[in-house]
């Protein structure tokens, strides 16, 4: 039988949860919801907004269409290079806003454990913007005396893309084909692309044959279709590429680049010729020599130096025992790297190491330490 004190902390639980998940506010000064509602249409998802509030096709989709059927369900599509994708959805009017569950989960235990799993968003319009959301997550565990998570609120507001606006260019398919329209609808580029991309920094990525290319806003092949894969550019108009297993960066213009971040002393990996080097913006660290390399410094390595021993620099200040050995912290990073079928262990100085392993553990042998010069004369 469930003791009075059971009961009673069950009870405390379950006031504790409820006021945890009390009512979310709505957007103040929504219009009326009319018949269709404002919000249907197309958004784009720009920087991947959208996508990040309705947990769908992140990274992998430019634009959503947005459908309520007056009644009780939202239907959600948007395309991808693997075709089209629709959800529908359960939903509810709330006064001049709609309730749409995306995904809610509830395991209660008790008064063992309490989990409760809420993510739903409020759809509507302003007189100034076509759909405001506000977006609620809450994933929330509880134990006796204890509880854990997170909550997160946000309010939101998108505008539809409008194909027919003035200079806009948009994908459109045609009998399973990609290709881009004008805002007169008329074809600037012919549909014969598996999937094609939005245009951002006046190129678009393009798929064909199950390969990635880039083209210009008249269809002009900048970048003939070769890459496993071309990730989004960034703010220092450089996409990452992948070809072979080998990462590379590029520009808009289509020619291989180091990647360049706004810490200009972080050091990334790059290949020529199918050899790896490693640079920064200000130095060419590691010549490209490497057949094989990590493609970032982030393992941890112990050294049976003394701590007098250890290089002056503050990244190396920090060293913990481990029995018989020391190991530098992560905040000094480490590469492993193979030159001419030898593997060594590469620092963010630009030395090399000879290394063993005890166990799990990464050790440097001791008295090992060259430079690349003296790599490449032995």
Known sequence: MISNKFILLFVLEFIFVFSVFSKNPPIDNLTPIANPPVFNGIYQNINNKLSSIL????????????????????TISYYTENGKQCISYKSKLKGNCLEVMLEKKRHIFPP????????????????????????????????????????????CFFNKYETNQEGNITPVIINNKWGFIDYLENIVVEPKYEFVRVFEYEVSRVKLNGKW???????????????????????????????????????????????????????????????????????????????????????????????????????????????????ISDTNRYAFVKYNGKSFCADEAGYLYQYKKKKDKTILIENSKITVAELIED
């Open 55 to 74: 947990g769908l096709g992140y990274n992998a989709t430019d634009f959503f269409i947005i459908d309520y059927n007056g009644k009780n369900s939202l």
């Open 112 to 155: 063992l454990y309490i989990h409760y799993l809420t993510h739903k968003i409020y759809l509507g319009s302003t007189d100034t913007t076509d759909l405001a959301i506000h977006y609620y997550y809450n994933n929330f565990g509880m134990i006796p005396v204890f509880a854990a998570g997170g909550k997160e609120e946000e309010d």
């Open 213 to 327: 290319g880039l083209i210009n806003k008249e269809g002009k092949e900048i970048v003939p279709a070769i890459y496993d894969n071309i990730y989004a550019f960034g703010k220092d108009s450089l996409a990452m590429v992948l070809i072979d297993d080998f990462t590379k960066y590029i520009n808009t213009s289509g020619e291989e680049v180091i990647n360049i971040k706004e810490n200009e002393n972080q050091l990334f990996r790059f290949s020529e010729n199918g050899k790896f080097g490693y640079a920064s913006k200000k130095v060419l660290l590691y010549p490209p020599i490497f057949e094989e390399a990590d493609e970032y410094f982030n393992n941890v390595i112990y050294t049976t130096e003394s701590k007098e021993d250890i290089p002056e620099n503050p990244d190396y200040k920090h060293t913990v025992r481990y029995r018989d050995l020391k190991y």
